[in-house]
């Protein structure tokens, strides 16, 4: 499954956004403040909505009305297109404040001309034999009452095979991740042990010690890459202590002493969590990567953004929102947007389909330096 257009309607800074022809690396430009956050809370929003309810979702934001835009009424919508399998399918989403109580108007998931959900206020319809409307015919459609109007149905209906498509998407919105690394929460030795690296990295050691055990290979490879990137880098490895804990001990080509995460330096720190992260055996099927290039050298940036891209194209798509022009100017046109805030809403441009901006691209200029020469609207300083 691979998500191709996103459109928002009064939700934040978006009072009416449309993004088109998502690749498989999306890397989203802009300066503080401008919405690059907020384009990734519609996954995290989504997700939340999806693994709780519409209510649980705006309340972890403040409510419906902080999270509508401002100066705005009527229904926060969201529209996501993708591709599932050989099929161009869109979800479709609004939602409501009634007599102060959140419910879902409408909620649709659109495969070709068929209406796989159709449901308004906590009832509708659902098509459960897609293979019926895969060889031109009509599916059976099956009348369903949700609990309560705040509940998608794609919560309920996406945990049953027979409405594929539906599952298809639920797993998408429950399994995406967002990194926003902390340095400081990595260094410490948390307990948790989950089999995926979490947002802030503070189980690092424990996924790193999963991959160790598990996937021997896959970690020499990222101590292999490490090696190439980090001048001095000779070895890393997680080893349980007396207590049952689990610490990294680094080594240093010059020395024999091995010593511990509190003590390797925040970028070396930082690319071992990145690729722990971008070589994880069960991938996320969209990783969203908040300004990659903090703590690391700007030399290391070109190399991040390859690895992003690997990624990218073998195991689910990659967002990353940076303002970092060393980053950027590792990209193509078509994986770059740059946000622009004005009048206090935020509007999304494509890289590749500015004629000035491919031209200049094209005779040699990297992307990053057409940032801060302002040749993007809302670029950096000259």
């Given at each position: 499954m691979k998500l191709q257009r996103i459109r928002i309607k009064r939700f934040k800074v978006f009072k009416n956004t449309e993004i088109q022809n998502l690749p498989n690396l999306c890397v989203f430009l802009g300066a503080n403040g401008s919405g690059k956050s907020s384009l990734f809370d519609i996954f995290g929003f989504l997700s939340d909505a999806v693994k709780y309810d519409v209510s649980t979702a705006l309340g972890r934001r403040g409510g419906f009305t902080e999270i509508i835009s401002r100066e705005q009424t009527g229904d926060i919508e969201f529209e996501i297109g993708f591709r599932n399998l050989a099929a161009d399918v869109t979800y479709a989403l609004s939602i409501a404040l009634d007599d102060n109580h959140p419910l879902?108007?409408?909620e649709m998931l659109l495969s070709g001309e068929y209406e796989l959900l159709n449901f308004r206020n906590g009832r509708g319809t659902a098509i459960s034999d897609e293979e019926e409307c895969e060889v031109g015919k009509l599916g059976k459609t099956e009348e369903q009452i949700l609990d309560a109007p705040d509940i998608p149905a794609l919560k309920g209906l996406g945990q049953f095979r027979r409405f594929r498509t539906a599952a298809s998407l639920r797993k998408l919105l429950e399994n995406w991740h967002i990194s926003d690394f902390d340095i400081h929460e990595a260094?410490?030795?948390?307990?948790?042990?989950?089999?995926?690296?979490?947002?802030?990295?503070?189980?690092?050691?424990?996924f790193a010690h999963h991959i160790y055990q598990s996937h021997r290979e896959t970690f020499n490879e990222i101590l292999g890459?490490?090696?190439?990137?980090?001048?001095?880098?000779?070895?890393?490895?997680?080893?349980?202590?007396?207590?049952?804990?689990?610490?990294?001990?680094?080594?240093?080509?010059?020395f024999n002493t091995p010593f511990t995460a509190r003590h390797v330096s925040d970028g070396t720190l930082k690319l071992f969590a990145y690729l722990l992260l971008l070589h994880d055996p069960k991938p996320h099927p969209l990783l969203c990567i908040?300004?990659?290039?903090?703590?690391?050298?700007?030399?290391?940036?070109?190399?991040?953004?390859?690895?992003?891209?690997?990624?990218?194209?073998?195991?689910?798509?990659?967002?990353v929102s940076t303002h970092?022009?060393?980053?950027?100017?590792?990209?193509?046109?078509?994986?770059?947007f740059w946000l622009t805030k004005e009048e206090g809403f935020t509007s999304v441009s494509h890289a590749k389909d500015d004629p000035v901006i491919k031209s200049l691209y094209k005779a040699g200029d990297p992307l990053g330096y057409l940032w801060s020469q302002r040749y993007m609207k809302g670029g950096g300083p000259r």
């Open positions: 879902i108007r409408k260094r410490m030795t948390s307990a948790r042990v989950e089999k995926h690296l979490t947002l802030e990295g503070d189980n690092l050691a424990y890459k490490m090696r190439k990137r980090i001048p001095g880098f000779s070895h890393a490895e997680p080893v349980e202590i007396v207590d049952g804990r689990v610490i990294l001990q680094f080594r240093d080509g010059r908040e300004e990659p290039e903090n703590y690391l050298h700007p030399d290391l940036l070109p190399e991040l953004a390859e690895e992003f891209r690997e990624h990218a194209d073998r195991d689910g798509q990659v967002f970092s022009p060393e980053f950027v100017n590792a990209l193509k046109p078509e994986e770059l």
